[in-house]
């Protein structure tokens, strides 16, 4: 098991982790950190708690755009492969018919 040692604030926190995520627990620490930081500068002096209420409150409306932004792309390219599916059933509706035609000449004596 993984530890590391994050820095919000100026006041470090032990976080176990998973071996292999210490890196990437790390970089997310850096970015509370920046964001408490430059809350501080728009905030001013506020208690650690509720400056961590603030920055959860951002991250938290960050992952909701960023959510947003994937679903209204996820129904974009949804909307658009039922175009394609739409167009591929009518191209083999209409080599099929050809196909049926086809078969009905040659079967003529």
């Known amino acids: 098991m993984g530890q590391v040692s994050i820095t919000i604030r100026g006041r ?5 982790c998973d ?3 210490e890196a990437h627990l790390a970089r997310l620490g850096r970015y509370l950190d920046e964001q ?6 728009n905030t001013g002096s506020v208690n650690d708690t509720m400056m961590m209420v603030m920055v959860a409150l951002t991250v ?3 992952l909701a755009d960023a959510t947003a932004k994937l679903e209204a792309e996820s129904s974009v390219g949804k909307a658009a492969q039922d ?6 059933a009518s191209l083999l509706n209409g080599l099929s018919k050809r196909i049926e ?3 009905v000449a ?4």
């Open 12 to 16: 470090q926190y032990q976080i176990a």
């Open 19 to 21: 071996d292999g995520q």
């Open 36 to 41: 408490s930081q430059q809350l501080a500068v």
């Open 60 to 62: 938290a409306d960050e």
């Open 83 to 88: 175009k394609i599916d739409t167009g591929i």
């Open 101 to 103: 035609d086809i078969a």
């Open 106 to 109: 040659l079967e003529r004596p």
